[in-house]
């Protein structure tokens, strides 16, 4: 399965101070839909991770079922702590019980004392998986069904944090008041979709990200 897409940033950054053109859209897509409704997503600071199912199939029984845990690229090292945690968290019995059929991969993020700077901050003691993505078959699922996945593994969702415009959500985070749901902290930022999953003319995936640092 493919790595998760690079998620651009929300406007353009001037070459020199490498910080926001304010009001400059990093792409003509973001600028179309600047006034478009868009769900936000709280955006977890950890480690990227890729949890890939393949079940057998019928019309080649040579091909054994296969479950791997990768980072962002397949070289990425997994820190051996959350390659435990991800073996208890995602027992093969229940992918074979749900989803005989459907190779599958989840994205989420590893969080947790060890990940990254301040990762003690969402888990002091221990790692976790937070799910924030699936793709079936080339497609990206909704949200309800991403909800129903998490459930079946007693997973952590990114959690929502609102609902708005570009500017609206830039706003907010200009206001530097979003503390994360893991605990009473300044959340990394958000992550924007728009609330119809939309795609560019190249066929990639419209999304985008402002961080509270960005405007520090």
């Not at 073996?87 to 229940?94: G, K, N």
């Not at 990254?116 to 699936?134: M, T």
């Not at 830039?170 to 930022?189: A, C, P, Q, R, Y």
Request: proline residues 5%.
């Amino acid at each position: 399965m493919i790595p998760y897409p690079k998620i651009q940033s929300i406007y353009k950054r001037d070459d020199t101070t490498h910080r926001f053109i304010e009001g400059v859209f990093s792409t003509p897509e973001l600028e179309y839909l600047r006034d478009n409704v868009w769900v936000w997503t709280e955006k977890v600071d950890g480690t990227n991770i890729r949890v890939l199912w393949n079940p057998c199939q019928e019309e080649d029984a040579n091909t054994d079922q296969t479950l791997e845990f990768r980072g962002r690229t397949d070289e990425a090292q997994m820190y051996p702590k959350m390659l435990a945690k991800l073996d208890e968290l995602f027992p093969v019995e229940i992918f074979e019980t749900n989803y005989p059929e459907a190779p599958m991969c989840l994205y989420g993020e590893g969080i947790g004392a060890g990940i990254q700077k301040g990762g003690g901050k969402y888990i002091p003691k221990g790692v976790g998986f937070v799910l924030f993505d699936v793709l079936i078959d080339g497609w990206w699922l909704k949200r309800d069904s991403v909800e129903d996945i998490a459930s079946k593994f007693t997973l952590d969702v990114v959690p929502i944090v609102g609902e708005g415009t570009l500017l609206e959500a830039v706003d907010i985070i200009k206001k530097h008041e979003l503390n994360s749901h893991w605990g009473n902290f300044l959340m990394e930022g958000l992550v924007l979709k728009p609330k119809v999953e939309l795609k560019t003319r190249a066929g990639e995936r419209i999304i985008t990200k402002v961080k509270h640092k960005d405007y520090l």
